[in-house]
């Protein structure tokens, strides 16, 4: 079956410091990879997508490329602030009958401090 | 405007009682979801509802019983509540069932069964 699996948390840094989120899928058909973001106290919400191969998607100054050779989808930002603590998910939609039904890992939060 | 919203933010009852939670969205979308966040921040699909009609119902106890009266709501019952259900629910929209959609999530209704 589909699955998910990205890097434990908490990850803590420093504010302007560089972060990447490991994630790795596995899936039979040919996947949309997304990644979500939940804020303490709300739900989630999209921060970027990719539903090809070799894709990127880009949000906000996070970036994330669809990698279908190492069945990865890792986030990254340059330089983070205080504002991007939160939990982030990422996610993939089969598109073989899956109905749009998207599996999450198990989510990483990350601690940013000034 | 908010475009995903759940009723009741915060429920809190006793073992054995029935609850329900309400969902709405005004985007106009087909496609309704509720996910169960545990304690753990693990999210996991119990159903979906595309245009009223139910498309994804996954290993969920048959004391769930969702209803989506037009494609706008998407309602969930639980009958005879247990310890295990307690944890955080979200309805979430999407503009059809299509593998590469963003899901619009609501803010959650955090269920505590005592």
């Known amino acids: 079956g589909n699955s998910v699996t990205q890097m434990e948390g908490p990850v803590t840094l420093s504010e302007e410091a560089f972060l990447t989120i490991n994630c790795t899928y596995t899936a039979t058909g040919y996947p949309s990879l997304f990644w979500y973001v939940q804020y303490p106290g709300e739900g989630l919400q999209l921060l970027l997508k990719?539903?090809?191969?070799?894709d990127k998607g880009s949000n906000k100054g996070f970036e994330a490329t669809y990698r279908k050779e190492t069945t990865s989808f890792h986030l990254e930002k340059g330089s983070v602030q205080v504002s991007d603590s939160a939990v982030y998910f990422c996610a993939l939609s089969d598109g073989g009958g899956s109905w749009g039904k998207l599996q999450f890992g198990a989510g990483t939060q990350v601690v940013v401090t000034p | 405007d908010t475009a995903v919203s759940q009723t009741p933010k915060y429920l809190v009852t006793q073992m054995g009682n029935d609850k329900s939670i309400k969902c709405e969205q005004n985007?106009?979308?087909?496609?309704m979801y509720w996910y169960k966040q545990d304690s753990k921040k693990f999210l996991k699909i119990m159903f979906s509802y595309n245009n009223k009609e139910l498309i994804i119902n996954e290993t969920v106890p048959n004391r769930f019983s969702p209803k989506s009266p037009d494609k706008a709501h998407l309602n969930l019952h639980i009958n005879s509540l247990e310890l295990g259900d307690s944890a955080v629910y979200f309805c979430?929209?999407?503009?059809?069932?299509?593998?590469?959609?963003?899901?619009?999530f609501g803010p959650g209704t955090r269920l505590t069964v005592l």
């Open positions: 985007l106009g979308h087909d496609t």
């Open positions: 990719a539903t090809k191969a070799d």
């Open positions: 979430a929209s999407s503009l059809d069932s299509a593998s590469y959609n963003e899901q619009f």
